[in-house]
């Protein structure tokens, strides 16, 4: 029996690495700090606990033989699980857009049975259009790219060519024009480009308060405080050209107190 195998272990008088070895084969948890005493300790308390349950299962199956197979039962090792395929189709009408980086994207789709039987006769189409700063209605597409796919389930990159873009997807068919079958979702291609904040802030060092106003508009008072803080304090003519010079940097936000 199990419990007797691992007194019979510690009356050999083991190391403190044969300990640990053996106590990590029968599941125990140990830790790293533990000493020699504590790894003996916990191997009899493992002992006692398998000497309960065989107690347990002696009373609840007489026969020997029985309390045999239910003990080896209990330390059955169970194999991983096998691996599952997923399926080839969902038996659904769909069509997804993704955007991958500022020029590629990745559509995918899948058919139901029903279209399937309807589409054998036809030729499908995928078109990739580019919607941005437009309200799509099917026929107004800054550009539009095609290829042709057949009635499994699949997918298609498509180089785009303009990062920041808006992008949809759709299928369908021609016949008396284009037939849409089912169109994706829109996205909206990474940029590759820098963005430029919209507002400024500018400090009122005079009345401590800070401003934040948009880039192309300035108020004013803003000018008039940009001009008479520095340029209040050049002395001379104030059509000079150093004057001049201070105050055009003064208006374009790139002069810094």
């Known amino acids: 029996m199990e419990k ?3 007194l019979k272990f510690l009356e050999s008088s083991p190391t403190i690495q044969e300990l640990r070895s053996y106590a990590k084969s029968l599941g125990l948890k140990l ?5 020699k005493r504590d790894l003996v300790k916990i191997l009899k308390k493992k002992a006692k606990v398998i000497e309960k349950k065989d107690e347990v299962v002696y009373q609840e199956l007489p026969s020997s033989g029985n309390i ?30 993704l955007p991958i980086n500022p ?5 995918y789709w899948d058919f139901s049975d029903n279209t399937k039987r309807k589409m054998q006769k036809h030729e499908l189409k995928l078109r990739l259009h580019d919607v941005t700063n437009i309200f799509f209605n099917g026929n107004n597409a800054n550009l539009t790219k095609e290829a042709s796919i057949n009635l499994n389930p699949g997918n298609w990159y498509f180089e785009v060519d303009f990062a920041g873009a808006n992008y949809v997807a759709e299928i369908g068919y021609y016949t008396d024009g284009f037939k849409r079958l ?3 979702n829109i996205i909206t291609t990474p940029r590759n480009f820098p963005v430029f904040a919209k507002h400024e802030t500018w400090a009122d060092i005079s009345k401590s308060k800070r401003r934040v106003t948009p880039a192309h508009i300035r108020s004013s008072s803003e000018n008039a405080f940009i001009g008479s803080s520095r340029v209040s304090s050049i002395q001379g003519n104030p059509s000079s050209e150093e004057y001049l010079k201070i105050l055009s940097k003064h208006l374009s936000g790139r002069f810094f107190l």
């Open 4 to 6: 007797e195998k691992i």
């Open 103 to 107: 020029k590629w994207v990745y559509v």
């Open 68 to 97: 045999q197979k239910k003990h080896e039962e209990k330390h059955e090792i169970h194999s991983k699980p096998e691996a599952y395929n997923l399926p080839e189709s969902y038996n659904k009408d769909r069509i997804v857009l």
């Open 182 to 184: 089912m169109i994706s």
């Open 31 to 35: 830790r790293r700090t533990m000493k």
